[in-house]
């Protein structure tokens, strides 16, 4: 696919889910938001390990958010390989700042509690945030 036709998918895309982040569409994510599989429990190292992959990646969980798609879409089309990486690697520091901060906490469900509050007043922000971001990706 040309790299202008690239440019076009991926603005229409980030377009509808930014849409979808600020309220002014509904529609479904793609997921594969599933519970722990018996295959865990069967195959205890490998299971474990392969579970654990999917869910550190995101690929089995449930997703409040349509932002992990917007990297991933802007990543897909028009991102290196080590951009890629990088990516990666912002999201793993991500996902284990959010352990951290549920492991410190002295009450485990006051932690769950503010999460949950405080994720629906910063996905606006966070989607405003994400398009300076985007505006780099696409106008290298």
Avoid at 5 to 15: H, S, T
Avoid at 47 to 67: D, V
Avoid at 103 to 124: C, E, Q, Y
Wanted: contains cysteine; positive net charge.
């Amino acid at each position: 696919m040309p790299g202008a036709a690239r440019e076009v998918v991926a603005a229409a895309v980030v377009a509808m889910l930014l849409l979808r982040e600020l309220g002014v569409v509904r529609f479904p994510l793609v997921q594969n938001g599933r519970q722990v599989p018996q295959f865990v429990t069967r195959v205890p190292f490998w299971g474990a390990l392969q579970f654990g992959t999917e869910m550190g990646t995101g690929m089995r969980t449930y997703s409040p958010t349509g932002l992990p798609h917007v990297i991933a879409v802007c990543l897909l089309l028009m991102a290196t390989w080590q951009e890629a990486i990088a990516a990666g690697a912002g999201f793993a520091t991500g996902r284990t700042l959010m352990l951290a901060v549920f492991l410190i906490a002295r009450d485990r469900t006051d932690a769950d509690h503010v999460f949950d509050t405080a994720m629906s007043r910063l996905r606006g922000p966070f989607a405003v945030l994400l398009i300076p971001l985007l505006v780099l990706l696409i106008a290298r």
